[in-house]
């Protein structure tokens, strides 16, 4: 007669699966804590697929509305400033004309005039950090503005001079949403290089604005340049006004993007995500149930009826 184990093999095979599963579940918890996902692919996330690729594509989406946008910032920043700096020569021909005017002398104020064209012109022939011209309305490798000096201006129309294009630059700054950031040099440029022209055509044909003024002069330039000189310098201060509005609509819409790219990231994450905590918990109570199982199977099979049978007895 042999001496049967207690444990059966139907015993054996439920703990062996016991085993099993808490190895997996010990490797799928490991994974979670060194990684910090719920899951290394889909079959992990289940039924939550969709909503974490969709708020994944709609945070990449904002990300990318909001990169592009900044750089429109950046070009509406840009374009601040020169406005402003256009503005600003505009003021100063119209007081020069004004003093001229005034104390019916005008000695200097070709010069300033000179002086100003060429800042001008420097503006709106301004290029980008890649070569292209800012004002040149979709033609970026073409001068906006030929005119070189202000006896140019004098030979023909202002318009002549202007050579951009129409198209006006916009930016999308969300789904379905555009923002127009471009601006021409004929619409910032017309009305100053007009009143240049205009004192220019008053000063020809020789240079006789150059000392003490006549009445007739000082009557040109008041009822005829200085005019011109402050429809420009108003002009520009509303372009500039304008631009500063676009730029402000630009900033909101930066934070707006980034806004709805982190509540998004946030979406992914409460899926994705594991809780550390729960994982580092969860983790350690595998290990026990491994480590138990483990045992009670490798106790299991040292056991026999032997152990159960009382001790033989001797008889002297």
Do not use: C, H, W
């Not at 007009?194 to 004192?199: G, S």
């Amino acid at each position: 007669m042999t001496v049967e184990r207690v444990a059966t093999n139907a015993q054996s095979q439920f703990l062996l699966s016991q085993i099993t599963k808490a190895n997996t579940a010990l490797d799928a918890t490991q994974a979670q804590v060194a990684s910090g996902k719920v899951s290394s692919d889909y079959v992990g996330i289940g039924d939550k697929t969709a909503s974490l690729e969709a708020a994944r594509a709609a945070a990449a989406r904002a990300d990318a509305y909001a990169a592009n946008t900044q750089l429109a910032v950046t070009q509406t920043d840009l374009q601040n400033s020169q406005l402003t700096a256009l503005s600003n020569l505009a003021g100063q021909l119209k007081q020069a004309i004004t003093t001229a005017a005034g104390n019916g002398d005008g000695t200097g104020l070709m010069t300033t005039a000179g002086d100003i064209f060429q800042q001008a012109s420097a503006i709106l022939n301004s290029t980008d950090a890649n070569g292209n011209y800012i004002y040149g309305g979709g033609q970026g490798n073409s001068q906006p503005f030929t005119a070189t000096s202000l006896s140019d201006l004098a030979s023909g129309s202002v318009s002549s001079f202007f050579q951009n294009g129409s198209s006006k630059k916009s930016v999308m700054v969300g789904d379905g949403e555009s923002v127009q950031i471009g601006v021409l040099a004929s619409d910032i440029g017309t009305q100053l290089m007009t009143a240049l022209q205009n004192l220019a055509n008053a000063d020809a044909p020789s240079g006789s604005l150059s000392g003490a003024l006549t009445s007739s002069q000082v009557d040109d330039l008041t009822a005829n340049v200085l005019p011109s000189a402050g429809q420009a310098y108003a002009g520009l201060n509303d372009a500039t006004a304008a631009n500063g509005e676009t730029y402000n609509r630009l900033q909101d819409a930066v934070t707006s993007q980034q806004s709805q790219s982190t509540l998004y990231k946030g979406f992914v994450s409460d899926i994705e995500d594991v809780d550390m905590t729960q994982a580092v918990t969860k983790l350690n109570q595998n290990q026990v149930a491994l480590q138990a199982a483990l045992e009670v199977t490798a106790r299991l099979g040292q056991l026999s009826l032997l152990n159960y049978l009382p001790a033989p007895t001797t008889t002297g």
